[in-house]
């Protein structure tokens, strides 16, 4: 059996950086391996605590106990293969919404199902929501929050298209969504009344009027773009590889661009799960000032050369079933540096 964790003896001048560059880690990785395994007075957070010795660290393993792990179960040419189950998987869903000082957390659960393949040879899945929404933890209880939460339930069930990558790229049940509009906004106008209501409705029924304007508002949809990933790939014989991500991070323009690296682990780790890691940095032809005014173009960018671009981080843990390679839980978090900084975070854990 694997150790879950090997020590590493704190010598004199080292710091929490120094020893994840030796290690070959993140500070934040390091950190919260070690918290997950010490006691309170030991654990880390801004420094190391007084008198902290030793540190757990990730195990290396020699050639025989290599040999004792299982590896992750690719495919041929190092494929990792999406592998679909009819079992309905349910999770929590968490939204962390920070905008300068201000921060905000959304939470709900919802369903997964598979439902078969398309035409195309594509898979189609069904979201569902499964509980009441909270913010900061409260049940919605103001009447715009209300509002936003009834619309929604238009929605659902939702059926997208994904492909052998695990990326979504269609809405398979567009007629249903529109035709479940009449009732829901009947419902509305029997709660509630006044002039902004019938806008506010009026907005809803326009981003259903065609299945277009529909598929450009949901692929701002965080839990959409998190849960399906392009996870499923090719990857090298150095089980990492470059590309490039997007994440609708401002809500009123196109989304942002980020080079990542992408890196799976060869073996599983202490709970038989596959390790997926996607770290970056925002990489975006839109300047500071055309991110700022929340345009899809690069305007500021191309007329005045010159212009500052803007800085953003881009972050992502999945944690697959070895078994399935089903997502058990997810972590990601992306930030933008303009006039006030945006950061989102998504956690989604199975139930």
């Known amino acids: 059996m694997k150790p879950k964790y090997k020590k590493y003896k704190i010598k004199k001048g080292d710091t929490l950086q120094s020893i994840s560059e030796k290690l070959n880690k993140t500070t934040h990785e390091v950190k919260n391996f070690h918290n997950i395994f010490c006691d309170s007075d030991n654990y880390i957070g801004v420094t190391f605590p007084i008198g902290l010795k030793e540190l757990y660290i990730y195990p290396e393993y020699n050639e025989k106990e290599l040999s004792l792990i299982p590896k992750v179960p690719f495919d041929d040419a190092y494929k990792l293969l999406l592998k679909p189950t009819q079992n309905k998987m349910n999770?929590?869903?968490?939204?962390?919404i920070k905008s300068g000082n201000e921060e905000n957390t959304l939470k709900f659960e919802v369903s997964i199902v598979y439902k078969g393949k398309t035409i195309g040879d594509n898979h189609i899945f069904e979201i569902d929501r499964i509980s009441k929404t909270f913010i900061n933890d409260e049940e919605v209880n103001t009447i715009a929050d209300e509002l936003a939460v009834k619309t929604s339930e238009v929605l659902y069930?939702?059926?997208?298209?994904?492909?052998?990558?695990?990326?979504?790229?269609?809405?398979?049940?567009?007629?249903?969504?529109?035709?479940?509009?009449?009732?829901?906004?009947?419902?509305?106008?029997?709660?509630?009344?006044?002039?902004?209501?019938?806008?506010?409705?009026?907005?809803?029924?326009?981003?259903?009027?065609n299945e277009a304007y529909l598929l450009d508002s949901l692929k701002k949809d965080w839990f959409l773009n998190s849960y399906f990933n392009t996870i499923y790939v090719y990857y090298s014989h150095k089980f990492k590889f470059q590309t490039t991500t997007t994440f609708p991070i401002l809500p009123n323009c196109k989304s942002v661009s980020y080079d990542i690296e992408q890196?799976?682990?060869?073996?599983?780790?202490?709970?038989?799960?596959?390790?997926?890691?996607?770290?970056?940095?925002?990489?975006?032809?839109?300047?500071?000032?055309?991110?700022?005014?929340?345009?899809?173009?690069?305007?500021?960018?191309?007329?005045?050369?010159?212009?500052?671009?803007?800085?953003?981080?881009?972050?992502?843990?999945?944690?697959?079933?070895?078994?399935?390679?089903?997502?058990?839980?997810?972590?990601?978090?992306?930030?933008?540096?303009?006039?006030?900084?945006?950061?989102?975070?998504?956690?989604?854990?199975?139930?």
Not at 91 to 96: C, E, F, Q, R
Not at 181 to 188: C, D, L, M, P
Not at 192 to 208: A, D, H, I, P, S
């Open 157 to 209: 069930p939702l059926e997208v298209v994904v492909t052998n990558e695990g990326k979504w790229i269609e809405i398979n049940n567009y007629k249903e969504i529109n035709k479940r509009w009449k009732k829901v906004k009947a419902k509305v106008l029997d709660e509630y009344e006044g002039e902004w209501v019938e806008k506010y409705l009026l907005l809803n029924e326009k981003t259903l009027e």
């Open 263 to 351: 890196k799976i682990e060869e073996y599983l780790d202490v709970n038989n799960s596959i390790r997926i890691e996607q770290k970056g940095k925002l990489k975006e032809e839109r300047s500071k000032a055309d991110l700022e005014n929340e345009m899809d173009i690069p305007y500021y960018g191309i007329l005045y050369p010159n212009q500052d671009m803007a800085k953003g981080k881009y972050r992502s843990l999945y944690f697959l079933n070895g078994n399935t390679n089903l997502i058990e839980s997810l972590f990601l978090e992306c930030s933008i540096e303009l006039a006030v900084e945006k950061e989102i975070q998504v956690v989604v854990s199975l139930l």
């Open 91 to 96: 999770y929590g869903v968490m939204y962390t």
